[in-house]
């Protein structure tokens, strides 16, 4: 079982700044089958990337994502208010597809 | 629109059994897997097991093996998530979601809105 590790816990940062998430797998993540999620507070989670890099349908161009194998980053090149909220990311290439313990990105 | 709509909030007594229910509309039901999630209040997201309602192929987290069952009606476009006995530490958000690349798994791009159950006696 691939088990995802991210990084840091909480992001303290201010409107307008870079941010950027990691997250290390156990084990490589076959065909970069690698997802990142968007959750804010009592609403389901949004798919912002997948196949590692790939943004899905509506999501801005200042979130990308990187890496291959097990290391893998999420970039928000800068941040909006809409923006401060927990992100997850799921690896779907070895089942379980478990998920990483999320990143909370807060306002400084 | 592609929607999944899932049931409402239940409340239950230790030792009681559930089935919460995801409907599928706007797209072909049986042609893209569905999987849950379960939220544990205040916790992070965790992959339960995802189904492929065409022929009802079916896998669980080894965390979830045995504690529920995933289940399909291709006929009603409805996939549900069961237990024949729950636990206070059931108690948590459920989350239905659509892996979005047909028979291949993919990443999950639709999420219903949520099942919260409360197990308390």
């Known amino acids: 079982e691939i088990v995802l590790t991210q990084s840091p816990g909480t992001l303290s940062l201010s409107p307008g700044e870079r941010a950027t998430l990691s997250c290390r797998a156990s084990?490589?993540?076959?065909?970069?089958?690698l997802a990142w999620y968007q959750q804010k507070p009592g609403q389901a989670p949004r798919l912002l990337i997948y196949g590692a890099s790939s943004r899905a349908t509506g999501i801005p161009d200042r979130f990308s994502g990187s890496g291959s194998g097990t290391d893998f980053t999420l970039t928000i090149s800068r941040l909006e208010p809409e923006d401060f909220a927990v992100y997850y990311c799921?690896?779907?290439?070895?089942?379980?597809f478990g998920f990483g313990g999320g990143t909370k990105v807060e306002i400084k | 629109e592609v929607q999944l709509v899932q049931s409402g909030a239940e409340v239950k007594k230790p030792g009681e059994s559930l089935k919460i229910s995801c409907k599928g509309s706007g797209y072909s039901f049986t042609s893209y897997w569905i999987g849950w999630v379960r939220q544990m209040p205040g916790k992070g997201l965790e992959w339960m097991g995802i189904i492929y309602p065409g022929d009802s192929d079916t896998r669980y987290s080894p965390s979830f093996q045995g504690q529920v069952t995933i289940s399909a009606d291709k006929s009603i476009s409805t996939a549900y998530l069961q237990w024949s006995s729950l636990k206070a530490s059931d108690t948590a958000m459920y989350y239905c979601?659509?892996?979005?690349?047909?028979?291949?798994?993919?990443?999950?791009?639709?999420w219903g809105q949520g099942t919260m159950v409360t197990v308390s006696s």
């Open positions: 979601a659509r892996s979005g690349d047909g028979y291949n798994l993919s990443a999950f791009d639709i």
């Open positions: 799921q690896q779907y290439g070895s089942s379980p």
């Open positions: 084990q490589s993540v076959s065909s970069s089958y």
